[in-house]
């Protein structure tokens, strides 16, 4: 029988939950796991590149670019040809006509989301987060505004069912000098936000000369998409994304900046004198990659499979009292009928053999919800969502 934590070891967890800045609590998660190395993972990766092997016509072009690589330099803010490509993409996706100079490519969307903050915050800057949120551009705000003087102010919805923020939650904190970020879809709930509360948020912004931050680096649609987006093109709205998750290109640490050409030029002039030059990629295949028209539909449908195959998987479970069905992504938000924190459960759960992402570092304090993750191989994603009902069962 596992022992049971002590009540003093519950108070300090909750504590320690509750009330950690999110930089130490999300280092905490990792030594943590460090503790345990052979935890079966359902929380943080990416789906495995053999569930899209057979449709991934640039995989050799890949491979080949890992074995000769050369390392030349480019523009600041990419190649040209490549932020050509990713410019088409977009506006086949927004309706919008962007072109190579809306482009920036960067090292991954964190570092993306990090330089833009270096470059608009100011002293006295506010930046405003809507919870939940992702925990690395949550501690990359607090970090980037202990340097310059600024604060952050944590935006709560009301809906604890869904973490849907309303117009009129939001409306109060767009003001001149302010910088709203978000993580559409939502990471980890994958729920977009609806198109008219968006609209109204980038008019606000605009009006106000505020800023809007849009982090879409898990913009993997489980249904097809056909609203029109070009509210987007604003000078307020500067959107990142990221090939992570979008095409499933982890290793390659490349993210990309969609803005209004003065802005790209502002944070391409930054980039290159902390970083360097512009990440070098395997540029012909990453534009073979972009023009092949079938890879995100085969990359939705595959994740909505998963998807499903989980929460059918789940429904088992007696533990999971609800969960949010995700619209985008391979992720599912669950919450658990478990009395104390979700930090607690996870460090628990942990001890089980059993790794998933708490809630508390998405910045949900209320009630006790984890994040899970689905895109893995259907045995393998079987038999772990079964050890976690296990797991959880025994709680």
């Known amino acids: 029988m596992v022992s049971q934590p002590s009540l003093s070891d519950v108070t300090a967890d909750a504590l320690y939950a509750n009330n950690a800045d999110i930089r130490s609590l999300f280092l905490k998660y990792w030594e943590e796991l460090e503790r345990c190395p052979n935890c079966i993972n359902l929380g943080m990766g990416m789906p495995p590149i053999e569930l899209f092997q057979p449709e991934l016509e640039a995989q050799e072009e890949f491979d080949a670019g890992r ?104 409306k109060p904190y767009i003001q001149p000098s302010t910088i709203i970020y978000l993580t559409n879809p939502n990471n980890p709930t994958g729920l977009y936000l609806p198109n008219d509360v968006l609209s109204k948020i980038v008019t606000t912004c605009e009006n106000e000369g505020a800023y809007l931050i849009i982090d879409q680096a898990c913009d993997i649609p489980l249904a097809s998409i056909a609203d029109d987006r070009t509210y987007l093109d604003s000078p307020s709205v500067i959107r990142i994304l990221s090939l992570s998750k979008t095409y499933l290109l982890a290793g390659f640490r490349l993210g990309y900046v969609v803005a209004n050409p003065q802005p790209i030029e502002i944070f391409s002039n930054a980039f290159s004198f902390a970083d360097g030059n512009a990440p070098c990629v395997a540029n012909k295949a990453i534009i073979k990659y972009l023009n092949n028209s079938q890879l995100m539909p085969l990359f939705s449908k595959v994740s909505r499979y998963k998807v499903e195959l989980a929460l059918h998987r789940l429904t088992k479970c007696s533990s999971i009292i609800d969960f949010i069905k995700p619209e985008a992504c391979f992720y599912i938000f669950l919450k658990l009928g478990y009395p104390r924190s979700s930090w607690l459960l996870f460090k628990q759960l942990v001890s089980r053999g059993v790794n998933v992402v708490p809630g508390c570092l998405f910045g949900v304090r209320e009630g006790c919800w984890i994040r899970v993750c689905c895109g893995r191989e259907d045995d393998v994603l079987i038999d772990y969502l079964d050890k976690l009902s296990q797991a959880l069962d025994t709680l």
């Open 67 to 170: 074995q000769i690589w050369q390392a030349e330099y480019q523009h600041q803010a990419g190649d040209k040809y490549v932020r050509e490509a990713f410019s088409k993409f977009e506006a086949e996706r927004t309706g919008i006509a962007y072109t190579a100079e809306n482009i920036m490519l960067v090292s991954g969307a964190i570092r993306g989301f990090s330089l833009v903050l270096d470059c608009l915050v100011k002293d006295g800057t506010r930046v405003v987060e809507i919870v939940p949120t992702y925990p690395l551009c949550s501690g990359q705000a607090r970090n980037i505004l202990e340097r310059r003087g600024g604060a952050v102010a944590t935006v709560v919805p009301k809906d604890t069912n869904t973490f849907q923020i309303t117009f009129d939650e939001i």
